[in-house]
């Protein structure tokens, strides 16, 4: 979980930055979407203590809003969201691999894609491959991470303890107050911190999840939290926010200043850090695919796992092949703005459905639980989230969206509800069964 939180954190603080328009408001913005991420996760916790079934938000909503509002959120995720998190982290780990190669000069876009489409193909295979294995990676990304972070808050201190602090005088001088900046600038902020809900998405697949579920959150999300605004601190100690803005690669350039010679090492832990993000991307994004297909709302072949590695290794390829062609037009800025549009959209319907499970259906067991004004709070920091870069500056690019996700219902009524050419895909399901050696899943993995 740790790591896909942390997975774009270098390449987006000059985002973040540059929307707010200093750096004492950025440091506020970071906390402040730490805070909403720990809060949320805190309604998050008790939804997958109610309904201890894996899928996450699907799972939610198809339980608490009905099975229009799921396939809706099926649709967009499985076509777009989860895809254009994978290919973003994608470009980020490749941004960090090729940097140093191209030390004078932005490197060619088509390098990076292709390196990124590498990332992409290889993690698919590991995933598919071994679950035990993939979690193993899992684990060593995490451990390297938390140490580059380390290096990296270590030699802030000492650069601020060298009295290197101009970028902290006049901090709020020329902050960006308005609803759209505010709006973008936190887009950017919580895509840092996106995967904190991972471990909804396999509830199943937990021990406890009453005890350890509530537990990993908060200590996950609080870490990471500290981490995020101890790096920002030392990414301010050592560069101005014009540096940062016009950066690339922050770690590079801030290794570079404060190593030396010893600066590479900066971006190897960056891209270690974007690969082990990227391998928790796939593990969570593979298992939604999964549980849709399970309820019917996604083709058969997508429930199925493989007969001796037990791994939902359909969902994952249908997952890689969309994520590779989300990744060809390869617009970092528009994948971020548009994913965080439709994320935010659906975690706003999640949150109405715990208000609705509190409200309506007092007596199910919690094992946890959180007050109702909670959830009630969020929801409306949810809605701010949708709506604020379209009242203050609005772009067609929304409405697209939008539209997009609309049309979920529209493909929802004659497929599912009505199961028009219900026998369409029989061919290629048993094609594609024997092909991959696959069959129907017991519903726990």
């Known amino acids: 979980m740790m790591e896909e939180k942390q997975q774009k954190l270098s390449l ?127 684990v060593f990304f995490m451990v390297a991470k938390v140490v580059a972070l380390g290096i990296i808050v270590v030699g802030g201190v000492v650069m601020l303890a060298k009295g290197n602090a101009e970028s902290f005088q006049n901090s709020f001088e020329n902050s960006n107050v308005g609803i759209h900046p505010i709006g973008i600038a936190l887009y950017q902020g919580l895509w840092s911190y996106d995967g904190w809900n991972n471990l909804n998405y396999v509830t199943e697949e937990l021990k406890r999840p009453e005890v350890n579920l509530p537990r990993a959150l908060v200590i996950a999300i609080s870490l990471v939290t500290g ?49 082990g993000s990227l391998n928790g991307t796939f593990f969570s994004g593979g298992r939604v695919c999964f549980v849709a297909a399970r309820e019917g709302h996604m083709p058969d072949i997508l429930s199925m796992a493989h007969v001796h590695r037990l791994t939902p290794s359909p969902a994952l390829i249908f997952t890689t092949v969309i994520s590779l062609v989300v990744l060809i037009p390869g617009d970092f800025q528009s994948i971020v703005n548009y994913f965080s549009f439709t994320a935010w959209f659906f975690y706003a319907v999640t949150l109405s459905g715990l208000i609705y499970l509190k409200i309506k259906k007092p007596e199910l067991p919690r094992p946890y639980s959180v007050p109702i004004v909670l959830p ?70």
């Open 376 to 445: 009630i709070l969020i929801l409306l920091v949810a809605i701010f989230l949708v709506l604020a870069p379209i009242i203050d500056q609005p772009q067609i690019e929304y409405l697209y969206v939008a539209l997009f996700i609309l049309s979920g219902a529209i493909v929802y009524v004659p497929f599912i509800h009505f199961k028009l050419c219900p026998g369409m895909f029989d061919k290629v399901t048993t094609f594609l069964q024997l092909f991959l050696e696959v069959a129907p899943a017991e519903k726990n993995l």
């Open 227 to 275: 981490l995020y605004l101890l790096v920002n601190v030392s990414y301010l100690t050592v560069m101005t926010p014009n540096e940062l803005m016009s950066s690339t690669a922050v770690a590079v350039t801030w290794g570079n200043k404060v190593l030396g010679s010893w600066g590479w090492i900066m971006s190897l832990a960056a891209a270690l850090s974007a690969f």
């Open 12 to 138: 987006k603080r000059e985002t973040v930055i540059s929307s707010i328009g200093s750096s004492g408001a950025s440091l506020v913005l970071w906390a402040s979407c730490g805070l909403l991420v720990i809060l949320v996760s805190f309604c998050y916790a008790e939804l997958g203590t109610v309904i201890q079934e894996s899928g996450g938000e699907y799972i939610y909503i198809l339980r608490t809003s009905g099975p229009v509002m799921a396939f809706m959120l099926a649709f967009s995720s499985i076509l777009f969201v989860r895809p254009a998190g994978v290919a973003g982290i994608s470009l980020s780990f490749a941004q960090y691999v090729v940097a140093p190669f191209y030390p004078e000069c932005p490197p060619p876009v088509s390098v990076v894609k292709c390196v990124a489409a590498v990332a992409i193909l290889v993690l698919a295979i590991v995933n598919c491959m071994n679950v035990r294995f993939s979690m193993s990676v899992q």
